[in-house]
């Protein structure tokens, strides 16, 4: 399958601080990346899609000045928390869409951050 | 919105036996169903996937059935193996946007 690189893969932090994780599809094109949320043992929650050259959709309840997105090129999106705090403690999974191979989705290895 | 449904939340069986996981979902609209596997702290793994316009898919061990006119889909894994523990996720998407169901963690004992 296609890979999906995501950088870090943890991360530790003081609250009020910003983390920026970074989505990178490496062996193919990805207009279109998703961000997703998984708390323990729960089931994985879109967060946001991003378009690469356009702004980033929410899903309802997703602050977007809290959780950026950037979708600079066709193979990186970046997810920034801004102001973490200790609830945005979780594990967070992008994916990308390789649309040689159509609806195929695949995930990055996730990142899991903790706010202290 | 698309919503799916998922069950066993919790599934254990004998290894050798089979397991069955079913999903519903909502939007008739939805076209693609891809089931992961997801181990304890890792990615989830894309294991098999069915189109609408088919009903049944099978590879080795594992095979999934959709009925569209129910509106559901379903994972079966024959002559199951311990490294077949894991949690389980079924999704439907009608567009770009995957919606997952809640997760099924099965137990496979040897």
């Known amino acids: 399958g296609a890979v999906v690189s995501q950088h870090p893969s943890w991360v530790i932090c003081k609250s009020g601080t910003s983390v920026k994780i970074e989505c990178r599809s490496l062996d193919f094109q990805a207009t279109t990346m998703f961000w997703y949320r998984q708390f323990p043992k729960q089931s994985l929650m879109l967060m946001a899609t991003s378009n690469e050259g356009s702004k980033a959709t929410y899903e309802q309840g997703v602050e977007k000045d809290k959780f950026l997105i950037n979708h600079a090129s066709l193979t990186l999106s970046t997810l920034t928390v801004t102001s973490a705090h200790p609830e945005d403690s979780s594990f967070y999974i992008c994916?990308?869409?390789?649309?040689?191979?159509?609806?195929?989705?695949?995930f990055g290895s996730g990142t899991q951050l903790s706010v202290l | 919105g698309e919503n799916v449904e998922q069950h066993p939340s919790t599934l254990s069986v004998q290894e050798g036996d089979s397991a069955v996981i079913k999903c519903t979902y909502s939007?008739?609209?939805?076209?693609?169903f891809p089931w992961y596997k997801q181990e304890l702290g890792k990615r989830p793994q894309l294991i098999i996937d069915i189109r609408s316009n088919v009903g049944e898919k099978k590879d080795q061990r594992i095979a999934v059935t959709l009925n569209k006119t129910a509106k559901h889909f379903s994972l079966h894994i024959t002559e199951t193996q311990p490294e077949d523990s894991a949690v389980y996720f079924c999704a439907a998407a009608s567009g770009y946007a995957l919606n997952f169901g809640k997760g099924t963690s099965l137990l496979v004992t040897p």
């Open positions: 994916s990308a869409r390789d649309v040689v191979k159509n609806e195929k989705l695949f």
């Open positions: 939007d008739s609209a939805s076209n693609y």
